[in-house]
């Protein structure tokens, strides 16, 4: 049985694991209309995962006697500026995220709630991927500089970049 604390921290990543998948749909639009095609698959498909990391959540603080919470939602912005900048935003992103998981983590040993702490660590685990996804993506970027012929390869090749192998080489 969950703690009323632990359930309302749960209910609060809930929230945020939603507008996640928020803020990557709003990405994958934008880069949609903007022509960048693999960029958007690869923003639809990272708000689908945070849209899995919510159904989770869910999932578990029903099974633990809690009630799970659908929230509304604050709504992503629309316009990105650039690519560069987007996955400057998503990047930065992620760190919020890893932080809030954390502080869950925190909570579920103020509560000595273990099976919690044992769930959560699926999500640190995730948090680590995702981050270093995010950077070696940035990293990728900052070589592209402004050359278009880099940015038409990129936007080829990002589909494939996942966690598991953000470190092979995307433009070739
Ligand atoms: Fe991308 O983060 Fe969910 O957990």
């Given at each position: 049985m969950l703690t009323k604390n632990m359930e309302k921290a749960l209910n609060g990543q809930i929230r945020l694991e939603a507008e996640s998948s928020q803020v990557y749909l709003s990405m994958a639009s934008w880069a949609e209309v903007?022509?960048?095609?693999?960029?958007?698959l690869f923003m639809y498909g990272h708000s689908d995962e945070e849209r899995m990391h919510m159904?989770?959540?869910i999932k578990y603080?029903?099974?633990?006697?809690?009630?799970?919470?659908i929230s509304d939602l604050k709504a992503?912005?629309?316009d990105f500026?650039?690519?560069?900048?987007?996955?400057?935003e998503l990047y930065e992103h992620e760190i919020f995220v890893s932080k809030s998981i954390n502080e869950l983590v925190h909570v579920s040993l103020e509560e000595k709630d273990y099976a919690t702490h044992n769930f959560l660590q699926w999500y640190v685990a995730e948090q680590i991927e995702e981050e270093a996804l995010a950077r070696?993506?940035?990293?990728?970027?900052?070589?592209?500089g402004n050359d278009k012929g880099g940015l038409y390869l990129f936007d080829r090749d990002v589909q494939q970049i996942t966690a598991g192998n953000a470190d092979s080489n995307t433009t070739e």
């Open positions: 903007k022509g960048l095609e693999g960029i958007s159904l989770k959540l603080v029903n099974e633990r006697g809690g009630h799970a919470h992503p912005d629309k500026g650039s690519f560069q900048k987007m996955f400057q070696n993506i940035l990293d990728k970027i900052n070589l592209i």
